[in-house]
């Protein structure tokens, strides 16, 4: 078996034993990367560099350095986390040549742990987007069928780890951006609790509910590079300083005694049959694992989508104030057409940059913010959300996970749904809300359509109980030994 | 129900220049949209405090020192065009 389908656990044993160098393994990953990459549009750029970082951990080791976690393993990074010296673009227009000075602290942690950036993922333009059909650099494909979106808007960083293209990667998760592509491509994808991890240096879309986490091959390899990169950041006043437990170290299928609940508003007669019983079938193994099942009721969950929007656009058309064509980024050429006034130069250079999900989003927030609007808008679903996070934690009283579909169908076709972006939206019904509360959530393989495509199942948990949610996870894995199977790209 | 004058003074107030064509495909899609998330007026929120952060934040303090910061050079790498230490823009008014 080639290593280019074991998990980053295993690749870590071959490195470590010293079956094989940081060098090989980052060279085997690059070159069926760059190989796949015409097909898959998950890379929208390779670090040239990897090697030389690569050769550096196998020199470390030869001198008998104690290395990290994740010594010579490479790594995919959504193209929203600023990488020092390597472009990192939002898959926008406006960013197209952006060189960061600085790398999130995401990356720095991954990298101090040993880890290799082996390139940029694609993505929906500044992360908005549930199809990666927004991206500058054009749609990222699902490696399970090329006529399928990978999902959104993380798609990259899924089809990277699907395809085999890297072992494991970075998305960001502001609305399901990490939970749904990972169910789309059939792999691991973890949002963590809101304050785990660092916002230092990652694009900024909607503050309140940004969060980054790792998208992997197994659920082990997810709560290793969670504890990677978890805890607090003198540069992010809203990290907790919380004790990282080890995850990884203490995972387990037994679930005797643990409560499951199943929101009962996530079980609508929308969901696809090929969903229904792929979650159901997940039901019956956390019940064989000892878990007691129980139905719970979260009725605020159905005004999940209208909040969300309203908040994320809100805090979006803030942050991407910042865009002004001054310092960096995207602008007109005003010696070809000069501008009037310092409104026009602003607007121009905007205009051009921003692609048209997000300028229909900062359009859409800044109405919402705007005097007159503002109160039955935007704090009217800030009041909502107050309402609905109460709700959550009211059901964590009765339950100790909650377990429900991830979206109700498998993957869309490629420009099935560009044409009306509500109906985009609604893609988002099952993930929003974890957001909204700050829950931490992932996705977990949970099976197959009978058009071969995967389906995923979402669980979440209380806020900073990720260990719970692990267990549940790997339970579910463990019964249903699918990490072994994936697509052939080649063909 | 948004309109075209609306419209207009949002792409004024987020600095967002906006084609013709655009405008109308918005005007559609926002209105859909907008109808859409009226739907959260049904909820009572009569005295709920709006939630902006939704885990607990901590006192985040520091020693008031100086510190290390980019530099000059590095912060202008990116800049569209710049004149020594400064960024250059061309003549707006």
Same mark, same amino acid.
């Given at each position: 078996m080639s290593i280019v389908h074991q998990s980053l656990f295993e690749l870590k044993e071959l490195i470590n034993k010293g079956e094989m160098t940081a060098v090989e393994v980052t060279e085997t990953f690059l070159n069926r990367a760059q190989q796949l990459n015409p097909k898959v549009n998950a890379f929208i750029s390779f670090n040239e560099k990897a090697l030389e970082e690569a050769q550096r *951990?196998?020199?470390?080791?030869? %001198?008998?350095? +104690?290395?990290?976690?994740?010594?010579?393993?490479?790594?995919?990074?959504? +193209?929203?986390?600023?990488?020092?010296?390597?472009? #990192? !673009?939002?898959?926008? $227009?406006?960013?197209?040549?952006?060189?960061?000075?600085?790398?999130? !602290?995401?990356?720095?942690?991954?990298?101090?742990?040993?880890? *290799? *950036?082996?390139?940029?993922?694609?993505?929906?333009?500044? &992360?908005?987007?549930?199809?990666?059909?927004? /991206? @500058?650099?054009?749609?990222?494909?699902?490696?399970? /069928?090329?006529?399928?979106?990978?999902?959104?808007s993380s798609g990259g960083s899924a089809a990277a780890v699907a395809a085999s293209m890297a072992p494991a990667s970075i998305g960001t998760d502001t609305g399901g951006s990490i939970r749904q592509p990972a169910n789309f491509c059939g792999i691991v994808g973890v949002k963590p609790t809101y304050g785990r991890v660092s916002r230092y240096g990652i694009v900024a879309f909607a503050s309140s509910l940004d969060q980054a986490g790792p998208m992997t091959k197994t659920v082990k390899d997810s709560a290793l590079m969670l504890e990677v990169i978890s805890g607090q950041d003198p540069h992010d006043s809203t990290t907790s300083s919380r004790r990282v437990p080890r995850w990884s170290e203490a995972l387990s299928e037994n679930l005797k005694g643990l409560k499951v609940g199943l929101p009962k508003e996530y079980f609508s007669d929308q969901i696809s049959e090929d969903t229904r019983k792929a979650v159901e079938n997940c039901i019956e193994i956390v019940k064989a694992q000892g878990a007691e099942v129980t139905e719970v009721s979260l009725p605020l969950v159905k005004y999940g989508i209208p909040i969300y929007y309203l908040i994320a656009t809100s805090e979006a058309s803030s942050n991407l104030a910042r865009y002004d064509g001054v310092r960096f980024g995207h602008?007109?050429?005003?010696?070809?057409?000069? &501008?009037?006034?310092?409104?026009? @130069?602003?607007?121009? /250079?905007?205009?051009?940059?921003?692609?048209?999900?997000?300028?229909?989003?900062?359009?859409?927030?800044?109405?919402?913010?705007?005097?007159?609007?503002?109160? &039955?808008?935007?704090?009217?679903?800030?009041?909502?959300?107050?309402?609905? #996070?109460? %709700?959550?934690? $009211? &059901?964590?009283?009765?339950? +100790?996970?909650?377990? /429900?579909?991830? !979206? !109700?169908?498998?993957?869309?076709?490629?420009?099935?749904? *560009?044409?009306?972006?509500? %109906?985009m939206y609604l893609n988002d019904i099952y993930t929003t809300a974890t957001n909204l509360a700050g829950l931490p959530g992932m996705s977990v393989p949970a099976g197959f359509s009978q058009d071969g495509l995967p389906i995923g199942v979402q669980l979440s948990a209380a806020h900073f109980d990720e260990q719970t949610m692990f267990n549940v996870a790997y339970a579910i894995e463990q019964a249903l030994n699918l990490t072994k199977r994936w697509p052939d790209v080649q063909q | 129900m948004i309109n075209e004058q609306d419209l207009e003074k949002v792409a004024v107030l987020a600095r967002l220049s906006v084609s013709p064509e655009e405008s109308q495909t918005y005007l559609k899609q926002m209105s859909a949209i907008l109808d859409y998330f009226d739907q959260v007026s049904e909820v009572k929120t009569e005295g709920v405090d709006p939630l902006v952060t939704p885990t607990q934040i901590e006192e985040f303090w520091r020693e008031d020192e100086v510190r290390e910061t980019l530099e000059a050079e590095k912060a202008l790498a990116n800049a569209p065009e710049k004149v020594g230490h400064l960024f250059k823009v061309p003549p707006v008014v």
């Open positions: *951990v196998d020199q470390r080791r030869q %001198q008998g350095e +104690d290395l990290g976690p994740l010594a010579g393993v490479p790594l995919a990074i959504k +193209d929203l986390l600023c990488t020092e010296g390597l472009k #990192t !673009t939002a898959a926008s $227009k406006m960013l197209h040549n952006f060189i960061p000075p600085y790398s999130a !602290t995401v990356v720095e942690r991954l990298q101090t742990a040993g880890a *290799v *950036v082996l390139g940029k993922a694609n993505l929906d333009e500044f &992360a908005m987007g549930s199809s990666n059909e927004n /991206s @500058f650099f054009g749609p990222c494909k699902n490696p399970w /069928s090329l006529e399928h979106v990978p999902g959104g602008r007109s050429n005003f010696q070809e057409i000069p &501008a009037k006034d310092l409104a026009e @130069f602003y607007s121009r /250079s905007r205009g051009e940059g921003f692609g048209s999900e997000v300028k229909r989003r900062i359009i859409l927030g800044t109405y919402c913010l705007s005097s007159g609007y503002y109160d &039955a808008y935007y704090k009217k679903a800030s009041q909502v959300r107050r309402l609905l #996070t109460e %709700q959550f934690k $009211k &059901a964590f009283e009765a339950c +100790d996970v909650l377990l /429900s579909p991830v !979206t !109700t169908h498998p993957a869309f076709r490629l420009g099935e749904r *560009v044409a009306d972006p509500l %109906q | -």
